[in-house]
């Protein structure tokens, strides 16, 4: 088949404009495909070993709006392989105008003394983290946030309550960069307290636990949830990923919704390209009489129109991988809020899954078409008329 290459790539541009539109419906579609499978693999199939911290996140069985009480620190921090644990409360709030996606970002209290023991890995200059710890009204963002925000040590952030009655006017004490989790902003726990009415100043939402190691972390997670269980509060204690993966919930199943857009998409795709493909077809049966009449088989034929649609599908496969890689490139400048997408890529494997999926698309369209012609005998090929 390789000799009739040259007669492969002079037919599939011999009707340029229909060859172009094709390939940039394909185009269109692979790359929806490989940022929703991209999208799957990161969410459902990375290793869950991939990026794990010691870190544990206990929050109310119920729901992540419910609280508990604040109490329940204490009697955790005295738990086998616990070493150390915080209070991690979610502020909300409005900063300048929210309707506007940049000024979209999480703000936690957190207790400042122990912050730097519950995420050793934010690297922060010494100064400034002696700044942070001194100032209770003194806050710590990540470096992509005080880019976007275009704000430097020093700066005030006032923050207007809404799920707390509590205004927060913040200064900028430090900035911290982290290998995730970079576009947060935390603050000091008492701040918040101090103005908060009794009922609400004795709950927390969230607590961060720190294990003393990997291994540790099931047992943890065990004797947190048992210590509570029949409780008026009763706790549900995941890892950061699991965590984080919880938000998801909220949108539905999504497992499914991908898994059923991605379907709809090869399958919209591969109508379109049948259609293509019977049409180039339709308008050459009279060539496939002449190549018979010059010794060509039908298996040859067959092959020749084969590959055309193939060579085609994977054009568009290919361009709508550029596409997909383009978005990544989007996402990673977008606001991470809760769910991190900032590490979504296309992976080797699922360029190549992209591309067998196009050649797969190439043959099934074609195939038919290209049976029926083959089929037909030199005077049957010769008198057809479309």
Do not use: W
Not at 248 to 275: E, P, W
Not at 289 to 295: A, D, E, P, Q, V
Request: aromatic share 8%; glycine share 6%.
């Amino acid at each position: 088949m390789f000799r009739h290459l040259p007669l492969v790539l002079r037919n599939t541009t011999r009707n340029r404009r229909r060859s172009i539109l094709t390939v940039l419906s394909i185009a269109t579609s692979l790359c929806l495909l490989g940022v929703l499978m991209s999208l799957y693999h990161q969410f459902y199939l990375r290793d869950p070993a991939d990026g794990q911290s010691p870190r544990l996140i206990v929050r109310n069985r119920i729901s992540i709006t419910n609280i508990m009480p604040i109490s329940y620190r204490e009697k955790i921090k005295t738990m086998p392989g616990v070493k150390e644990i915080t209070v991690f409360q979610y502020f909300g709030g409005t900063y300048k105008d929210g309707r506007e996606m940049k000024n979209l970002f999480s703000r936690f209290s957190i207790e400042a003394e122990k912050m730097f023991r519950i995420y050793p890995e934010f690297d922060v200059p010494e100064e400034q983290k002696k700044a942070f710890l001194q100032d209770r009204t003194g806050c710590i963002i990540g470096a992509p946030l005080a880019d976007r925000l275009n704000l430097k040590i020093g700066d005030r952030i006032p923050i207007a309550g809404d799920i707390f009655p509590v205004n927060l006017d913040l200064t900028v004490r430090a900035i911290y960069h982290s290998p995730r989790d970079s576009e947060n902003l935390f603050f000091h726990d008492e701040y918040m307290r101090e103005s908060l009415k009794p009922g609400f100043k004795d709950v927390a939402s969230m607590f961060v636990i720190r294990a003393e190691s990997l291994e540790a972390i099931p047992q943890v997670t065990r004797e947190v949830d048992e210590a509570f269980r029949n409780s008026q509060y009763e706790t549900q204690t995941d890892t950061e990923r699991a965590f984080e993966m919880s938000f998801l919930g909220y949108l539905g199943n999504v497992k499914l919704f991908l898994l059923s857009i991605g379907a709809a998409l090869t399958f919209t795709v591969m109508l379109v390209s049948a259609n293509t493909m019977a049409m180039a077809v339709r308008e050459r049966v009279k060539e496939v009489g002449i190549l018979k009449s010059l010794g060509f088989t039908r298996g040859t034929i067959m092959g020749i129109l084969l590959t055309e649609s193939v060579v085609i599908a994977l054009a568009g496969g290919a361009l709508g991988l550029l596409f997909s890689n383009a978005i990544f490139l989007v996402l990673k400048q977008a606001p991470s809020i809760f769910v991190n997408l900032k590490d979504v890529h296309l992976t080797p494997s699922m360029a190549v899954l992209c591309l067998a999926i196009s050649a797969l698309i190439g043959v099934v369209s074609c195939v038919i078409p290209a049976l029926g012609a083959s089929r037909l005998s030199i005077v049957e090929a010769m008198r057809f008329t479309d």
